[in-house]
């Protein structure tokens, strides 16, 4: 079973910076997307960026500009660069990874991100 760790979250001020990192139980280089989506009290869960393998990625519009997926695919981990986060980006931070287009979806639990105005 495949187990995705997320860290990096907390509390910080708006224009302030996050690096978020997901760490997977094997190699990133397994999955053939993996991405980041958030989930604010109340709200649905959205995308908010994702990266393929090649390097392929796709920002939500709300984050594009502000915000940098990689991937580490000699390793585990997947990251995400938040840059003049904003009070709206407050969410839990969830990561997932699918091994195929249409495969499985795994999950971690996610970390709290809170951008205080």
């Known amino acids: 079973q495949v187990q995705l760790v997320e860290s990096g979250g907390g509390l910080v001020q708006a224009g302030g910076s996050l690096r978020l990192s997901c760490a997977a139980s094997?190699?990133?280089?397994?999955?053939?997307?993996v991405g980041w989506y958030r989930q604010a009290p109340g709200k649905q869960r959205e995308l908010v960026a994702d990266?393929?393998?090649?390097?392929?990625?796709n920002y939500a519009d709300s984050v594009k500009g502000r915000f940098t997926i990689s991937r580490d695919d000699a390793g585990n981990r997947v990251y995400l660069q938040m840059n003049s986060l904003k009070p709206e980006d407050t969410a839990v931070y969830l990561c997932?990874?699918?091994?195929?287009?249409?495969?499985?979806?795994?999950w971690g639990q996610g970390t709290q991100v809170t951008v205080s105005s």
């Open positions: 997932k990874a699918k091994r195929g287009e249409w495969s499985y979806e795994y």
């Open positions: 990266i393929s393998v090649g390097g392929v990625t």
């Open positions: 094997e190699s990133m280089s397994s999955f053939f997307v």
